[in-house]
């Protein structure tokens, strides 16, 4: 972790500036955690538009020091989403000593400083991912709404090294609506859940265009599985079962099954097609 004199601070940077204030606000944050500190400090040095800063790197230590010491379960939570947020926006989630971006960085501080600076953003990403037991604990004993929960689990994801998952996650979190691309023609198919009522059951259904728009259109059947095959799929389906996310898990039985792509009528498996729009 860095030291708050450290001269370091005044050459990392945000997504507006100079992160060179930011040791001030993180030892406010550490003396008494404040959700008000702590947004600010989101918000002007350490995210912005699925984009981290050097600033990001060097926090995320501090940030997990007070998620492991507190003993406010609401508070760990918060950071627990955050900071996964901030994992799942990680480019390059491989690189060693330190990202290539940093060159000028290490030109300044000199390349000890960038080796550490990442080696501790790693430590702290791996003290945070510790903490998911307790996370999900707490959430499935309060009152948390579905969005909130789908956050928590993109989260997760980040911090097992499923990228692409947690980005699809935070990408579809409202749950209302899905967008594959067809591997065959390369058009959009949506996914939009619908209420059966012949057996008052929502199942999901595939469009070959945005039904919010084009509302007389046909809709196309997907198959649902009965189990999951894919290990990510069940580890999803498990883990959102575990918090109580229910609306998550039925649809994962339709996203994990098979379709006609609407637009070509070529057999497509919904969940590769999903996930496909989503980079390592």
Request: hydrophobic fraction near 40%; glycine fraction near 4%; aromatic fraction near 12%.
């Amino acid at each position: 972790m860095l030291t708050w004199n450290s001269d370091v601070w005044g050459k990392l940077t945000g997504p507006y500036s100079s992160a060179e204030n930011l040791s001030v606000s993180l030892q406010q944050l550490m003396q008494h955690y404040s959700q008000e500190i702590f947004d600010e400090i989101f918000q002007e040095y350490l995210y912005h538009q699925n984009t981290i800063y050097t600033a990001t790197y060097a926090a995320m230590p501090f940030l997990a020091q007070i998620a492991c010491s507190t003993s406010d379960a609401e508070v760990r939570k918060e950071l627990f989403v955050n900071c996964g947020i901030i994992e799942a926006s990680r480019d390059g989630h491989d690189e060693e000593p330190f990202p290539e971006a940093w060159a000028e960085l290490a030109e300044d501080v000199g390349r000890s400083a960038c080796t550490e600076l990442y080696r501790e953003y790693i430590k702290a990403i791996g003290k945070i991912k510790a903490l998911t037991k307790e996370v999900f604990n707490y959430t499935a004993r309060h009152s948390i709404d579905e969005t909130e929960k789908r956050f928590i689990l993109a989260a997760d994801a980040a911090y097992r090294g499923s990228y692409m998952l947690a980005d699809m996650l935070m990408t579809f979190i409202i749950g209302d609506e899905y967008v594959a691309v067809c591997p065959a023609c390369e058009k959009d198919v949506f996914i939009w859940p619908h209420v059966d009522h012949s057996v008052e059951v929502e199942i999901l259904q595939a469009y070959e265009q945005d039904p919010v728009f084009h509302t007389d259109q046909e809709s196309h059947v997907i198959v649902p599985v009965t189990s999951f095959a894919d290990e990510e799929l069940r580890t999803l389906a498990e883990r959102a079962e575990a918090i109580g996310e229910q609306t998550l898990v039925r649809h994962l039985y339709y996203l994990a099954g098979e379709t006609l792509c609407p637009s070509c009528r070529e057999k497509i498996s919904v969940w590769p097609s999903l996930l496909s729009t989503f980079s390592e």
